[in-house]
């Protein structure tokens, strides 16, 4: 006899398959709709291809092609909401017959609302009757006495309330057929669109090239604005300083001769001067790469980073093993950018830093409860935390409602 663990696991198994049948049969009847606009469309390319014997269908070439185009990118739409993308066909709208004829996608997308039109027609039409069937039988003593005498259901005929009975029984291998028969179907309806309308893999190249070229140039863009950066704080402060040192040393061996208690005074000054140098440049190596990282790990160095914060900050890092250094100081420099912000604009109460490790993907979500409303197009380092993730081809996203939570989510690939 199964033990209650395993009834609830079996439970949780049929509800689990009842929701994926539901979700195939939404996309089943989805699949059924673009069925009747790829007919529409296949309508208007023959009428444009018997028009183009006598001339006239030159002119209605592009408007035909724009209307394929259309069911297309809605078939293309409807697939990627369920599963994976299929990215849309860059190419433009040919504007001749030779160019259609001649173009590759528009072949393609010809091709698929032929076969959509009868193959999807007639899977959708199957995977819309199962279910259909199964609430027939099963509602069927509620309605039987409105058949004519004599009639029944499936060669089955009923005369009396017991044979109507018998004959709502048989909704349960309905429902059984259902359950085992439509998901598949759905898939199977999917497969042509899946198989005509997703790109070229030459498009997915161009696509891969285009991003990898912008993400370099963001690196790029991201290089000289840390070093203008770095150059900025040892002009402004470091240099300063020892400048000031310089001169009050300059100014205490003039003083040696005349007054020794002013050179004392001079020398701690200029002494004070240098330690204070000495702290900024420590500081702006830090900055380059904290030695913490070297030293010790990422979780530690954001525990001190967290220390830190103004406001309270909880660090939550699970991570197997180490990652390059350039993705961990990424890390450490996103966390502490996103710190910066929380302390400054959030008016938050708390915040938690959660770092995850997914196979070859680093993902941070950095969280406050703080009043919302963050936006990078605001400025406050937002931008530079994109571009030090794209930089690395690195994704990041922020959530930042009015009245809050923020949440930021940064991923960066990081190798087995």
Known sequence: MPTPDVRLVRRWDLVARARVT???????????GTTILASLAVLGLVLTALACLVGVGLYLVPGALRILRIVADRERGRLSRWGPDVVLSPDPVPSGLRAAITNPASRRE?????????FGLLVGAVGMTLPLNAVRDLTFPLWWRL???????????????????????????????????????????AWPGRRLLAAD????????????????????DAHAAELRRIERSLHDGTQNRLVAVNVMLGAARR????????????????????EQALAELRA?????LPPV?????????????????????RIDVDMPGRCAASVE??????????????AKYSQARHAIVTIRRHDDRLDLQITDDGRGGADERRGSGLAGIRRRAEALDGTFALTSPEGGPTTMNVSLPCGL
């Open 329 to 342: 100081a990424t890390a450490y420099f996103v966390v502490a950018e996103a710190l910066t912000n929380v």
């Open 201 to 220: 893999p030459s498009t997915d190249l161009a696509l891969r090239v285009a991003q990898l070229t912008a993400t370099r140039a963001e690196a790029l």
């Open 110 to 118: 010809a091709c698929w609302a032929l076969l959509h039109m009868f």
């Open 255 to 274: 003083a040696l001769a005349r007054d020794p208690a002013t050179a004392d005074a001079m020398l701690e000054r200029a002494q004070d001067a240098a």
């Open 293 to 313: 990282l070297t030293d010790r790990s990422l979780s530690d160095a954001l525990t001190g980073l967290a220390a830190g914060c103004p406001v309270p900050c």
């Open 22 to 32: 539901l979700d195939a049969l939404e996309h089943i009847v989805g699949g059924v």
């Open 284 to 288: 702006v190596s830090r900055s380059i």
């Open 147 to 189: 058949l004519p005498d004599g009639a029944g259901v499936d060669l089955w005929v009923v005369n009396d309330f017991p044979s109507a009975l018998a004959v709502s029984a048989l909704s349960v291998g309905w429902i059984v057929l259902t359950l085992a028969l439509v998901p598949g179907l759905a898939r199977l309806q």
